[in-house]
C-alpha cells in the first residue's frame, strides 16, 4: 500500500503590495475654440481649460532612449486640440467623452481625471465645467 504524504502550508497575504503610483499630469492646458449651445457660443472662439491627471500602470518604466516608454503628455495634447478643432461640441460633457476615448488608446493608462472649464462662460464666476474620474474598466464598460 502506497502512503501519501501532506504537507500543510499556509497561505499568507502578499503584504509587499507595490505603493509606486505613477501619475501624468496637464495643467491648465488651453485651447481657443468654438464650443456651446448658445447662438453667441457659436460665433466666437472662447477659452476651454483642461486639467488632466492619468494614472499609468506601475509597471510602465521610462526608457531614455524611448520616448514609447512613458505616456506622452505632448501626445494627449494634440489629441485634445484636434478633438475641438475638426469637431464642433454643444457641451463640454461630449468633449470629455471623446477625450475619454482618444486617452485611453493607450493600454497602460488605469485611469483618467478630467476637468474642463469655460472660464469666460458666465459672468461673475471664475468658470464652469465639468469634472469625470473614469477607471479603465469603467470606460470599457459604457
Not at 486639467?51 to 518604466?61: E, G, K, L, R
Not at 460633457?93 to 482618444?102: G, I, N, Q, R, T
Amino acid at each position: 500500500m502506497k502512503k501519501n504524504n501532506f504537507k500543510i502550508i499556509e497561505l499568507k497575504p502578499d503584504n509587499k503590495k507595490s505603493s509606486i503610483r505613477r501619475t501624468v499630469f496637464i495643467k491648465d492646458f488651453i485651447i481657443q475654440e468654438i464650443i456651446g449651445i448658445h447662438e453667441h457660443e457659436k460665433t466666437k472662439k472662447q477659452k476651454i481649460k483642461f486639467n488632466i491627471v492619468v494614472s499609468v500602470n506601475q509597471n510602465t518604466v521610462p526608457d531614455e532612449k524611448d520616448i514609447k516608454s512613458i505616456v506622452d503628455y505632448e501626445k494627449i495634447t494634440n489629441k485634445l486640440e484636434n478633438l475641438v478643432k475638426y469637431k464642433k461640441y454643444n457641451f463640454l460633457e461630449s468633449l470629455a467623452e471623446d477625450s475619454f476615448k482618444e486617452i485611453f488608446e493607450d493600454k497602460r493608462i488605469n485611469s483618467v481625471k478630467i476637468k474642463i472649464e469655460k472660464p469666460d462662460a458666465i459672468k461673475n464666476a471664475d468658470s464652469v465645467g465639468v469634472e469625470v474620474l473614469k477607471n479603465r474598466s469603467d470606460y470599457e464598460e459604457s
